[in-house]
């Protein structure tokens, strides 16, 4: 699946059991790019392990936006808005302003790998082990060049912008933490206007140039970003 848009949909009712992808359920080897998913609301709809897309083994997720959603309504939801359930990639792609419960708003890689990703302005209602931005929730689950600031999650022991297994899930990020291998502690990303979803970078964002070149088994990087500029490979 390619270029194309879901915006405003809401799902006349709930799932039963658990682990569904509400607008897309990625099987092993699937591929969806340039795809924005927008304002979908299941936050009264969905069960356990939800995600407004769900990726299952090898498959991948391209240039996508994810914007505006509601998944899970409670800390007992466990729902994300991407569940990188094995070992998929999201790379080039932008989150913002989506609304989770536990485990993750934004992205919830168990042991997948993202590259070149902005998490922005999410929440998770959800306390204990939620992060509204990104959660690497074991050894294999990597972020490359990734930048997460501005999320809010619930309760002291969540975590806003990104809660990793270890430093090592880490690399070449940026965080107002600075979690991780190389990177940025980020003071402010000097987005150009993200109330209006524009996140290309002023002038003077001390983001600029601090990406890192990219070598994993089996992935190659899309020639260009989201707003259509060369990236260096």
């Known amino acids: 699946f390619r270029d194309f848009k879901i915006d405003g949909v809401t799902p006349a009712a709930a799932t039963s ?6 607008a897309f359920n990625l099987e092993s080897g699937s591929t969806i790019s340039n795809v924005w998913i927008n304002a979908v609301d299941c936050s009264s709809k969905g069960s356990a392990w939800d995600a407004i897309v769900k990726m299952h083994w090898s498959s991948r997720m391209s240039q996508c936006i994810v914007s505006n959603c509601k998944v899970g309504s409670s800390g007992s939801a466990d729902c994300s808005g991407i569940y990188l359930e094995n070992d998929g990639y999201v790379d080039n792609c932008l989150l913002y302003n989506n609304k989770g419960g536990r485990y993750g708003s934004a992205i919830w890689n168990k042991k997948g790998i993202l590259v070149n990703c902005t998490v ?4 998770c209602s959800g306390g204990g082990d939620s992060s509204a931005g990104i959660w690497l929730q074991m050894a294999e689950a990597k972020a490359y060049n990734c930048v997460s600031f501005g999320n809010a999650a619930k309760g002291a022991s969540g975590s806003s912008d990104l809660k990793a297994a270890s430093a090592n899930n ?6 107002p933490e600075g979690t991780g291998t190389g990177g940025v502690t980020l003071k402010n990303p000097g987005f ?11 002038g003077n ?3 600029i140039d601090k990406g ?5 088994k089996n992935f190659t990087q899309p020639e260009f970003d989201l707003a259509g500029q060369s990236r260096v490979l």
């Open 17 to 22: 059991g658990e682990g569904h992808g509400i």
């Open 120 to 123: 922005y302005g999410n929440t």
């Open 170 to 175: 880490v690399i070449n990020c940026a965080t």
């Open 192 to 202: 150009t206007d993200p109330a209006n979803g524009d996140f290309t970078l002023q």
């Open 205 to 207: 964002s001390e983001l």
């Open 212 to 216: 890192a070149a990219v070598a994993i």
